[in-house]
Structure formats: C-alpha cells, structure tokens
C-alpha cells in the first residue's frame, strides 16, 4: 500500500512537472485576444494588424530581456544601463552606416563590440563589488555608467533625432495583416539568436560553466570555474544581446541618446513576468507584453497603453512574485 501511494506521489510530482507554466498563460492569451478579435468592438483587421505588430515587437523586447535576465541569474544585480547599452549599439550602427555599410552587416560588426565592451565594464567595474557579496555597489556602478553613456552619445551625436534608412523595402502580408520587412527581419533574428543562446546554455561547456555559477558560485570556485572569467563572460553576452536587437531595430526606431530608457523599464517588466534568471521566462514575457502593448493601444491610445503592462506587472507580482518561470528565492 506504502509503495503504490508512492508511485501515485511520484507520478502526480511528474506530471505536475511537466505542466509547462507558459501554458496556462498561453491559453489565457489566446482567450483574451480571441474575445477581442470577435467582440471587442474593434475592426477585425485592426485588431488582427495590432496582434501580428505585436508579436513582431515582442520578439525585439525578448531579446532585449534575455540579456538583461541572464546577467541578473548569474551575477546577481540588476543591469540598470542595459538600456543605455542598447543605446549605444544603435549608435554604432547608425555610425558604421553612415560610414556607408549596410545596416544588418554594421548590425554584426557592433556584436563583438559590445561583447567587449560589457566584459571590460564586468571585469574593471564589476567583479570585485559582486564577488565581495556587494548589493548597492553594482546598482550604483550600472546607473552611473547609464548616465554616462547618454552623456557622451549626447555630446558626440546631439540631441537631434537620428533615423537609419531601412535596407529593405516592401511588406509582407501574414493572414490579411501587413508587416515591413524590417519589423519581420527584427522577429527572426532576434528569434535566432535567444534560441541560440538558449542552446548554448544547455549543451557547451561554457553554458556549464554559467549556470553552476548561477546555481552556487562557492560551489562552482571549488571545482574550478574561474568565477571572474564567466561574471565577464555573461556580461558580455548580455551586451551583445541588446547589441542584436538594437542594430535589427535601428532600421524603425528613432535614434536619440536616451531612447533606450524606455526600453529599459519594459524589460524590467518582462523579466519579473517570466521570472529573475529565466531565459525563457524572457522570451514568454517579452511576447505577452508586446501583445498588451499593441492590441492594448486600440483601445487605450498614446502611452495609456503602458498602463495595460503595468497593471499586468502588478498582477504578476501579486499573484505569483517569482515569475513565470523563476524559483522562489
């Protein structure tokens, strides 16, 4: 009797989890937007554009999270210049095209740039204050270095608004909806590169090395995981990440030195909804938002569509803080 109730204990455990916890939010979604497309009260081809514009934005902001939710799992703060880094990727490339190269090849040159350029931040600004257990210091560090960066993109470039002229003309019809080709172009790449990197995590060494560092760091020291070298690493990965999204949304963003900002706080949002050091939590979130954002402006127009992603900020955090897809800390 004692064996069977703890086969029906292990299978119930199993199955429990293998419940996905995107699916129920999925189902959710399709629901939602399900009601809004036949009575929402809004012209079907509208709310079917706004459906496909999202997830076509929501995409980029994936991307954008997953480097912001990978530095925070492995070293543990919160990257408040991830926005001016993205920033500063979309300048490189407005720069590299302007110096006459097409956007998507300046958009890979400014990859390893930014690569570099978050692993010299992690190891002469970083490691010490985070492998000292330091909360404050990093927080304090990644502001200040925001602020820096929009000063110096402000003094270099002005306060003008730039715009990079996109290298591919035409749309693309999905469904009776219009997409630009840049827009769908931004989707796939950044697609790629989460799922990528995604793989990377799961089956090199390095992506080993990352997350026994990100499970215990004390532990991972005392097999030999050079500590430093992979807070460095996965710094530079996060940047290289809003590197990609930032070159693949140069092409129908408009450029000035603090139009990152706002992504910023979206991708805070994103990365509680799916949950502090989940790649796909990032992915999820970054999808669910971009489709409040888009189908939510049909009905509240301007940046009363924003107040539709807080609200689903706080809902998440009253209803399960951990995220989607993260752990209870």
């Known amino acids: 009797m004692t064996v069977a109730a703890a086969d029906t204990e292990a299978t119930t455990t199993t199955s429990r989890r293998k419940l996905d916890p995107g699916i129920p939010v999925a189902g959710a979604v399709v629901v939602i937007l399900a009601i809004v497309f036949f009575v929402g009260g809004k012209d079907q081809g509208l709310v079917g554009q706004a459906i496909v514009s ?66 010299v931040v992690q190891a002469t600004l970083l490691t010490k204050l985070t492998i000292g257990g330091s909360h404050e210091g990093p927080l304090l560090v990644t502001l200040g270095l925001s602020l820096l960066i929009i000063n110096v ?31 769908v172009i931004a989707f796939l790449g950044a697609a790629v590169v989460a799922v990528a990197l995604k793989a990377v995590l799961d089956r090199t060494k390095l992506g080993l090395s990352i997350r026994a560092v990100a499970s215990n760091s004390e532990g991972a020291k005392l097999v030999g995981v050079d500590i430093g070298r992979v807070y460095a690493l996965t710094f530079g990965i996060g940047a290289a990440c809003v590197a990609v999204a930032g070159g693949l949304m140069t092409p129908f ?25 989940s790649i796909v939590g990032a992915m999820v979130g970054g999808l669910v938002i971009g489709l409040v954002q888009t189908v939510g402006a049909l009905y509240l127009p301007g940046t009363g569509s924003l107040i539709l992603v807080f609200a689903v900020f706080v809902m998440v955090l009253f209803l399960k803080p951990e995220g989607l897809y993260g752990g209870r800390r």
């Open 54 to 119: 999202g997830l076509l934005l929501g995409g980029v902001y994936a991307l954008i999270s997953v480097g912001l939710t990978l530095i925070f799992g492995v070293l543990g703060i919160v990257n408040f210049a991830q926005g001016a880094m993205l920033t500063l990727a979309m300048y490189i490339v407005y720069a590299l095209s302007t110096a006459g190269l097409p956007v998507y090849l300046a958009t890979i040159l400014a990859v390893p740039v930014m690569f570099l350029f978050g692993m």
């Open 153 to 183: 993109l402000l003094m270099v470039f002005g306060g003008r608004p730039k715009a990079v002229a996109a290298p591919v003309d035409g749309s693309l019809s999905i469904l009776g909806t219009v997409a630009s080709w840049p827009r």
């Open 253 to 277: 963003t408009s450029l000035t030195p603090s139009v990152g900002e706002q992504f910023t706080i979206l991708a805070f949002v994103i990365v509680v909804l799916g949950g502090l050091g």
